[in-house]
């Protein structure tokens, strides 16, 4: 019995940890549109990976929880926006990967109707945000973007926003001209 007791620990020390690298991938057929969300969640990270292949608003994104960004690459503008997320109306990490776990608690917090407006100033180091964001806006023009304070008006024309939906409790609005293009 006392053989065993000593490798019981060892597994457990050695095991826990690589259990907290948690890594999970799942694909979402998107409701009212052609194609699919795929999401990727590396929770040691911190990060939510997407790719939406709708043909209609085909986009890339980021989720960086670790640095309170949020990045898209929209192909129909071949441009990224940057932008910081809003820690108190975004799902956490953990509500992400309860909703891919479809375990999903029954309320998230409302992001329907979030707004960003794209600012002319473009980023000129991507390298400061990350490898991933990096590498996703690489070869287009990224741009920074402004989240409006809900109740403002917009002095933006609404045929120039972009749609993104993720999962079933995050939409965002992309608004603005995206300059040069």
């Known amino acids: 019995m006392k053989h065993l ?3 019981s620990i060892l597994m457990v020390l050695f095991l826990a940890p690589s259990l907290a690298l948690m890594n999970i991938s799942d694909n979402h057929p ?3 549109s052609v194609g699919t969300q795929s999401i990727h969640v590396n929770a040691f990270r911190g990060m939510v ?3 939406d ?3 209609l608003s085909e986009w890339d ?3 960086d ?3 309170a960004l949020l990045v898209a690459k929209l192909f129909s503008k071949m441009a990224c926006v940057l932008a910081k997320m809003d820690e108190a109306v975004f799902p956490t990490l953990d509500d992400i990967v309860k909703a ?3 375990q999903a608690p029954k309320h998230y917090p409302s992001t329907h109707g979030l707004t960003y407006t794209v600012l002319p100033s473009r980023v000129k180091n991507l390298a400061q945000f990350g490898a991933p964001i990096k590498d996703m806006c690489r070869a287009v023009p990224t741009y920074f973007a402004q989240q ?3 109740g403002t008006a917009l002095a933006v024309d609404p045929d120039s926003c972009f749609e993104i939906q993720l999962l079933s409790f995050l939409g965002l609005s992309i608004c603005g001209e995206i300059p040069g293009l």
Do not use: A, F, M, T
């Open 53 to 55: 292949n709708n043909v």
């Open 5 to 7: 007791i000593v490798p």
């Open 30 to 32: 998107l409701d009212g």
């Open 49 to 51: 990976s997407i790719r």
């Open 100 to 102: 891919l776990d479809h």
């Open 61 to 63: 994104g980021v989720l």
């Open 148 to 150: 409006q304070k809900e």
């Open 65 to 67: 929880y670790e640095n």
